[in-house]
Structures are given as structure tokens and as C-alpha cells.
């Protein structure tokens, strides 16, 4: 090789110094398409919901869980029923505060301040968002039955959807920190979800919700928890440039 060549290899590969090739600066890359297909997704099922015209659809997904011969008789096993209403709890207020209030304590306890301040505000915040939507669309819950749950607000989206998919995702985004393994990272994001996924069933198996209410709020939820942990990622980034900056002087 020539000097001349030489040089243009080294102005080339330049181009690309200091890039890093590990999985921290891919992360972002994916939270943040995420982040948008999870808004997309939202804006989609909402402007439908504003239309009217997913109602058809959302009557068949509704009543496909419910008796043929009495559409008031959910399916399956008396047992089934009280199942459901022991899982929907997972995406209430009084679980998630109180697996928030415990998981921020101990955060606190051992000086931990900024992840509780994360947990905290993710999932606060996350809340004042879904009470916005519901009191901006102001949806109707299902009238085709009656409801095996007491409500009291609007039913788009699903707050409960949403809170459990926001509330779970937030604690695995912090767990997965305290691992390198990224089979260890998935599975605790598969849990989140998992959790997310059965709490949204069984909004519509108890007949609160439709169909379309429930996965806005899993659509919302998840493109929430993505934003607040690139808000975390971008302040981790500043901090660290800020430190080589000062070493550096």
C-alpha cells in the first residue's frame, strides 16, 4: 500500500472514529422506533375510535369472549371470572402505588436517588396522560353487557392497560440496569409485558373495555415508557460527556 493510499484509508475510516459498536448505542436506535410505532399506533386506533368506525370490529372482539347463547355469561369456568378480576387488579391504582411506593423506598434506602425519581415521575406523569385522554375523548364504556367491575371514568384508552404496561416496563427498564445478560434483559422485559398483556384480557373478558381501549392503551404506554427511558439515556449520555470533558482539562 502507498502512502497515498494510506492516507485515504486513515480520512476514510475517520469518518466513523469514535462511533461505539456496543449494544448501549444500538439501545437507543430501538427504543426510539418504539417510541414511534407505539405513537403511531395510538394516533391510528384513537382517530378511528373518533370516526366511529371501529365499532363493528370491536363488537365481534367483544362478544367472541362472551356465551352465544347469553352474550351477559363471559367463557369459560365460573373460576375464570374471579381469575380475571384478581388479575385486572395488577393494573390498578392501589397495586401499582403500592409496588411503586415499595420499589421507590428501597431506593431511597440504599441512596438510589435518581432511579427513584425516574420511577416515580414515569409513572405519574404516565397517569396524568391517561386521565388527559379519557377526559378528552370521553368514550362511552361498553353497553353490551353489564360490567363485571366497578368503573368510574371514561373508557378510552384503558387505563389500566396503559398503567400496567407503563408501570411494568418502567420497573424493567431499571431492573435490566443491574444486568449484563441480555437473556436476563429479556425476560424481564417479556414478564413486564406479559403482566401488561393479561391485565389488558382482562379488562375486555370482564366486559369495561372494548377492544380498541385496550390496545391504545398498551400502544400509549409502551411509546411513554420508551420516552422516558431516552430521556434517562440521553441524560446518562450528558453526564458521561460532561465527565470526559472535565478530565479532560
Do not use: C, N
Not at 417510541?35 to 365481534?60: C, K, M, P, T
Not at 397495586?95 to 432511579?115: E, K
Amino acid at each position: 500500500m502507498t502512502f497515498r493510499d494510506k492516507g485515504i484509508s486513515e480520512t476514510v475510516t475517520g469518518l466513523v472514529e469514535g462511533m461505539k459498536q456496543r449494544r448501549e448505542a444500538v439501545a437507543p436506535v430501538v427504543v426510539l422506533m418504539v417510541l414511534a410505532l407505539g405513537l403511531y399506533a395510538f394516533l391510528s386506533i384513537a382517530d378511528e375510535v373518533a370516526e366511529g368506525e371501529i365499532r363493528a370490529f370491536d363488537e365481534q372482539l367483544f362478544l367472541a369472549m362472551r356465551s352465544d347463547t347469553d352474550p351477559a355469561v363471559p367463557l369459560g369456568p365460573a373460576w375464570l371470572q374471579e381469575t380475571a378480576l384478581e388479575l385486572t387488579a395488577l393494573g390498578g391504582y392501589a397495586l401499582i402505588i403500592l409496588a411503586l411506593a415499595t420499589v421507590t423506598g428501597l431506593f431511597v434506602v440504599t441512596r438510589r436517588y435518581g432511579p427513584a425519581v425516574y420511577l416515580v415521575l414515569s409513572v405519574a406523569l404516565g397517569a396524568l396522560m391517561s386521565h388527559f385522554f379519557k377526559e378528552f375523548y370521553a368514550r362511552p364504556r361498553p353497553d353490551l353487557v353489564d360490567h363485571l367491575d366497578k368503573v368510574h371514568t371514561a373508557s378510552f384508552p384503558s387505563g389500566h392497560a396503559m398503567m400496567s404496561t407503563v408501570a411494568y416496563l418502567t420497573l424493567a427498564a431499571l431492573v435490566i440496569r443491574f444486568f449484563d445478560d441480555i437473556r436476563v434483559q429479556i425476560y424481564v422485559v417479556a414478564v413486564a409485558l406479559f403482566v401488561a398483556v393479561i391485565v389488558g384480557w382482562s379488562r375486555v373478558y370482564l366486559g369495561v373495555h372494548w377492544p380498541s381501549d385496550v390496545a391504545a392503551g398498551w400502544a400509549l404506554g409502551v411509546a411513554w415508557a420508551s420516552f422516558t427511558w431516552l430521556v434517562v439515556a440521553f441524560l446518562q449520555f450528558w453526564r458521561r460527556r460532561a465527565r470526559r470533558r472535565g478530565g479532560a482539562r
